[in-house]
């Protein structure tokens, strides 16, 4: 269940911490993390996934402008940085303080921070009612497979990382059903730059979802080798796909 709602206590317009930010820029940004967070208080620590999540229809924010405001919240310890499976991920250690009905919203799908003690990932509770022990560790364990699937994945098949990188920097998270779809792309020896292409289109289409990059795709390999010739001397995808993704970007 995504969450309706997010509480900011009063207290905020008395905070040292929020008064001594460098710009409004940087508190407007703390204020919508609140929004754009998970039930854990967790998200991806890139600056093209914050933007694409905190300001959706803006085009004038600079990624140097998140990169700066992240980086003074991270000296400040307000948002606490860390590495899980080769990725970036950051959470608010106070986030759970001032947040109520948290055990109604979605299980956290973004891996812990190792120093962080594990609540609701991989958990979801029914209305309030808390599942049995067994049932809990069952699915918390189920989740932690999930990366720890992937990430052996990725090491069997060198290409995978990569793609799963700038997927969650110009994307979302990857679960594992679009980590599947994607090693099966690479089985079935689709050029690794493809899908990075693919990957990148999308997200200048402002069409972050893998359904998108997935019709992408087919229609290159439906056109075969041609299909290596579509980008020009200047990178640039030719008129006819760009008429088709412009097409696309209306159905989907």
Same mark, same amino acid.
């Not at 970036?88 to 106070?94: C, G, K, L």
């Given at each position: 269940m995504a969450p309706k709602y997010r509480n900011i206590h009063t207290k905020i317009i008395d905070s040292f911490d929020f008064n001594a930010m460098p710009d409004d820029f940087?508190? /407007? /940004?703390?204020?919508?993390?609140? $929004? $754009? $967070?998970? @039930?854990? !208080? =967790? !998200? *991806?620590? %890139?600056?093209?996934?914050?933007? @694409?999540?905190?300001?959706?229809?803006?085009?004038? $924010? +600079?990624?140097? #402008?998140? %990169?700066n405001s992240f980086d003074w919240?991270?000296? =400040?310890?307000?948002?606490?940085?860390?590495?899980a499976n080769n990725l &970036?991920?950051?959470?608010?250690? &106070?986030f759970k303080t001032h #947040?109520? !009905?948290l055990e109604k919203e979605a299980a956290s799908l973004f891996p812990p921070c190792p120093d962080q003690l594990q609540t609701n990932s991989g958990v979801t509770l029914d209305l309030g009612k808390s599942k049995s022990r067994s049932e809990s560790e069952s699915e918390s364990e189920t989740n932690t497979d999930s990366y720890s699937d992937t990430n052996t994945k990725a090491a069997q098949v060198p290409e995978l990382s990569k793609i799963i990188k700038f997927y969650e @920097? +110009?994307? !979302?998270? /990857?679960?594992k059903t679009i980590s599947d779809k994607i090693i099966s792309y690479?089985?079935?020896k689709t050029n690794p730059q493809w899908i990075l292409d693919a990957i990148r289109i999308a997200a200048e289409h402002n069409a972050r979802n893998w359904a998108y990059i997935d019709a992408i795709l087919k229609r290159w390999i439906a056109q075969? &080798?041609?299909a290596d010739? =579509?980008?020009?001397? %200047? %990178?640039? *995808? #030719? #008129? &006819?796909? +760009?008429?088709?993704?412009?097409e696309l970007a209306k159905r989907l």
């Open positions: 940087t508190r /407007v /940004v703390w204020m919508l993390l609140i $929004v $754009v $967070v998970d @039930s854990e !208080g =967790r !998200g *991806i620590d %890139n600056p093209a996934w914050l933007r @694409s999540k905190l300001f959706p229809m803006r085009t004038d $924010v +600079e990624l140097d #402008q998140i %990169n919240l991270s000296e =400040r310890k307000m948002i606490i940085r860390y590495e &970036s991920y950051f959470y608010i250690p &106070s #947040q109520r !009905g @920097s +110009e994307i !979302g998270l /990857v679960t690479l089985d079935d075969g &080798s041609q010739k =579509r980008q020009n001397s %200047n %990178n640039k *995808i #030719q #008129q &006819s796909d +760009e008429e088709y993704i412009d």
